[in-house]
T-cell receptor, first 116, second 110 residues
């Protein structure tokens, strides 16, 4: 299994500012996934981050708003830029691993952002 | 991508068996069915995965009919600690995108 640590676990941010969320994995992984979970909602995939290449963004998400870095095989960051109250969500980092040939996803505890 | 449909919420008394059904009419040949459990303030956790027929592990059973257009997660003798949101995902396990449906919020009542 993979152990994922996210920082910060929660933060309160002012409108118009940007915040970078860090994700550290205890093993080397090719792909890392960033999800957003708005209050009371399901998870929405933001982007897939491969080491050494540009992240692949899902429809409705753009690099200018959610720039992602993937400097090595155990670390990634997601920045939420120019935040508005609508960006108040839990942001989750995820990797594949675990049981062989299952595509099982492991998640961090999430970063709960509140934008005022 | 196969879209999934689940009940929004369910209630059950402690000790009962709970069955949560997920519809996925457009499931593809290479798609597997995976269920996750999410507690408040935590990320989702893998419960069980299957391709066809029945799969059982220490936590749950997964029933998949021959046409694979639906699946049922069965939780035996639920306890209060099983109160959570349960998500059904359908997709190619070798793929690069994993999409969550709306989920089913299960409340276990004493």
């Amino acid at each position: 299994s993979a152990v994922i640590s996210q920082k910060p676990s929660r933060d309160i941010c002012q409108r118009g500012t940007s915040l970078t969320i860090q994700c550290q994995v205890d093993s080397q992984v090719t792909m890392m996934f960033w999800y957003r979970q708005q209050p009371g909602q399901s998870l929405t995939l933001i982007a897939t981050a491969n080491q050494g290449s540009e992240a692949t963004y899902e429809s409705g998400f753009v690099i200018d708003k959610f720039p992602i870095s993937r400097p090595n095989l155990t670390f990634s960051t997601l920045t939420v830029s120019n935040m508005s109250p609508e960006d108040s969500s839990i942001y989750l980092c995820s990797v594949r691993g675990g049981r062989e040939n299952t595509g099982e996803l492991f998640f961090g505890e999430g970063s709960r952002l509140t934008v005022l | 991508l196969a879209k999934t449909t689940q009940p929004i919420s369910m209630d059950s008394y402690e000790g009962q068996e709970v069955n949560i059904t997920c519809s996925h009419n457009n499931i593809a040949t290479n798609d597997y069915i995976t269920w996750y459990q999410q507690f408040p303030s935590q990320g989702p956790r893998f419960i069980i995965q299957g391709y066809k027929t029945k799969v059982t592990n220490e936590v749950a059973s997964l029933f998949i009919p021959a046409d694979r257009k639906s699946s049922t997660l069965s939780l035996p003798r639920v306890s209060l600690s099983d109160t959570a949101v349960y998500y059904c995902l359908v997709g190619d396990i070798s793929g690069n995108q994993f999409y969550f449906g709306t989920g089913t919020s299960l409340t276990v009542i004493p």
